[in-house]
């Protein structure tokens, strides 16, 4: 988890003092390798991350360096600087796909004044289509949307930000008077190149390190409606747009296990509102014009999909023998799609009769012929979400309400900011919290790849006797090989120096997708921030911190339960420790692994690793970048511990 490097003066000012590869090597930051002449800015632990290094600024990472560690978790909560914090209503979902999309589509239908949403990823499925097609139905009735979504995750034709391949959609956003965004284009790629060139040399204060702002995403999740009223409604977390994130597992044994947290309050949500601001007045964002001559006028196309998820999750449950019968067969489910089009046809006739004239003008009276393609085939992928259907009335029983303090926290994407000027609430402020951990710190999250400065964070914590927990994805469940290779090389050399960690990897099919932690039963926070280099230093993130004994143990429940369930097959690894429970060490001075990735990973798949892993050892010994992911070997740190 990249949660910053540095060192702290007297003055509580970080000193930053450029070490080399040698002198890094002596002190156990890095291994001894042949780039002894490399020079970078990666002081000891800290509060920061060198400012010229990562282009970050000097008073987001340190504002906690002046601080003593807290006392508890209470008040390092309430130490957190945030972009906005207030008492608020809290529920969360999580491992309940379905009822989240049901919250996405209650909050749509609830906005009466504004619309603000942020989602790295929309799908071009029924679930995206629909969710653009109630923010134009929105903006056409009188509420005024806004949004954003990134380039990267979209491009190619999976999503809607490509000419030729989505785009018209967005802009009939636009030319219905929706402030839309697309994050990071090829366009700003290019005029950042010109700005600061591809690699930042010496004037910049790091040797050979490429510019993140090239790389650089928005990976907000986010959606807020009404805001800066009291009937103000938020909500955030891991989930994209998409349907594998809103399908239940029943359905689709491929879905995503995520996370989800929906906030009722205006002071609390405001800041999710203001990082979205943030981001769509920034540099990196293109706004979205509308066609001069809309040729193609997707309207009609984009409310047809909303009428037909809306359609989908008002009608009547199938009973459990009706849902084995259309499993059986997909043949099954074609007389069903077709019900389906013709209700949504009507529901859809039902709903522009209640706009405004002049809005109902602007909609064609028919559909085109690929219109009419692409809806069908919508139809009848949602014929197969069959615990979708008629969800709307369990999702309207459900409660889970509880009172909580809440802070969001917020941070730029690496292309939104000047080397150096990037706005960054979210390192610092996860940093101070976990220090304040007295008890237990349970971390949920896909893509784990600990820094060095993290894992002296986790020691400082053992040495309290706070209990870790680390809940992860395997080679079997994971999207991302890359991260795998770097967590698979040290995972049990963090086990070695943190003895009260317990890391819990999840080996089914099933993709883990949830980014969430709970401290001391007190404390939780629900974010779309993964525990990689990429969440970061590279993209924006956002993010809800929870204070509520409540909500805080039903995340600890759910996690519970996700380990508990046998279609997770989760596998806890494990190292040899002697009575003291100290690690033991092999020949080769590495921890000796009791139950690992050998063990618990099919062979097939760790040979088709071991590669990989060789690949991250040599980028974590020989690049910039990577370079706080080189961990001190625990043999070495062990040597001298006394504790």
Excluded at 171 to 200: K, S
Excluded at 257 to 273: F, H, M, V, W
């Amino acid at each position: 988890m990249v949660f910053g490097i540095g060192s702290k003066s007297k003055s509580g000012i970080t000193e930053q003092q450029p070490l080399n590869a040698a002198r890094l090597a002596d002190q156990g930051q890095v291994r001894a390798t042949g780039v002894a002449r490399l020079e970078v800015d990666l002081p000891p632990l800290g509060g920061a991350t060198a400012d010229k290094l990562y282009g970050r600024t000097g008073t987001a990472l340190n504002r906690y360096d002046s601080l003593p560690r807290p006392k508890n978790v209470g008040e390092a909560f309430d130490n957190i600087k945030a972009s906005s914090a207030g008492p608020a209503m809290v529920r969360r979902f999580a491992d309940d796909n379905v009822a989240s999309w049901n919250m996405i589509l209650d909050l749509t239908r609830s906005a009466t004044k504004t619309q603000d949403f942020s989602f790295f990823t929309i799908g071009k499925d029924a679930y995206g289509f629909a969710f653009l097609g109630g923010a134009l139905y929105n903006q056409m009735r009188g509420v005024q949307v806004q949004g954003m979504t990134d380039w990267s995750s979209n491009s190619r034709g999976r999503g809607f930000v490509s000419v030729g391949m989505g785009l018209d959609y967005l802009q009939e956003l636009a030319a219905h008077g929706a402030r839309i965004g697309v994050y990071n284009t090829p366009r700003n790629r290019l005029a950042r190149i010109m700005d600061y060139g591809i690699v930042r040399w010496e004037k910049w204060g790091a040797k050979g390190e490429v510019d993140y702002g090239l790389i650089g995403c928005n990976h907000d999740k986010l959606m807020v409606i009404d805001k800066g009223t009291d009937q103000a409604v938020g909500q955030t977390g891991g989930r994209n747009m998409e349907a594998p994130y809103h399908q239940d597992v029943l359905d689709n044994g491929n879905s995503w296990r995520d996370d989800s947290i929906q906030i009722r309050g205006n002071d609390a949500t405001i800041g999710l509102a203001s990082g979205l601001d943030r981001e769509l007045g920034g540099p990196a964002c293109k706004l979205v014009k509308p066609d001069k001559f809309n040729i193609n006028n997707r309207s009609r196309e984009l409310l047809f999909a909303y009428a037909m998820m809306e359609e989908w999750v008002s009608r009547k449950p199938f009973s459990e023998a009706e849902k084995e019968h259309f499993r059986a067969n997909p043949e099954n489910r074609r007389v069903m799609s077709e019900q389906l089009f013709d209700a949504a046809h009507d529901r859809m006739k039902g709903m522009i009769a209640r706009l405004p004239a002049e809005a109902q003008a602007k909609i064609p009276e028919a559909l085109s012929l690929s219109e009419f393609g692409r809806l069908t085939k919508q139809a009848f992928a949602l014929s197969n979400d069959l615990e979708l259907a008629g969800s709307r009335a369990r999702y309207e029983q459900i409660k889970g309400w509880a009172k909580a303090d809440v802070k969001i926290i917020d941070q730029e994407g690496a292309p939104s900011a000047a080397p150096g000027k990037r706005h960054n609430e979210m390192a610092p402020a996860l940093v101070h919290l976990f220090r304040g951990a007295q008890k237990e710190l349970i971390i949920q999250n896909p893509y784990v790849v600990l820094t060095e400065n993290m894992v002296q964070l986790f020691e400082e914590l053992a040495e309290r006797g706070v209990k870790i927990k680390i809940v992860t994805n395997s080679p079997e469940s994971t999207d991302s090989a890359v991260t795998q290779a770097f967590f698979l090389n040290e995972w049990a050399n963090v086990m070695a120096r943190v003895p009260t960690m317990e890391i819990h990897v999840a080996t089914g099919d099933r993709k883990f997708h949830a980014k969430c932690f709970a401290i001391d039963g007190e404390v939780s926070g629900d974010l779309s921030y993964n525990a990689d280099l990429l969440s970061g230093l590279v993209n924006g993130e956002v993010g809800a911190i929870s204070r509520s004994r409540e909500i805080a143990g039903d995340l600890a429940k759910h996690i519970k339960d996700d380990l508990a369930n046998p279609i997770n097959e989760f596998k806890e690894w494990t190292i040899k420790k002697d009575a003291n429970g100290r690690a033991v060490f092999g020949p080769d001075l590495k921890p000796i692994v009791v139950n690992g990735p050998d063990q618990t990973i099919a062979k097939k798949l760790m040979r088709l690793y071991k590669p990989m892993c060789a690949v991250a050892n040599w980028a974590a010994d020989h690049t910039i970048s990577v370079a706080p992911l080189n961990l001190r070997p625990a043999w070495e740190v062990l040597k001298d511990r006394t504790w």
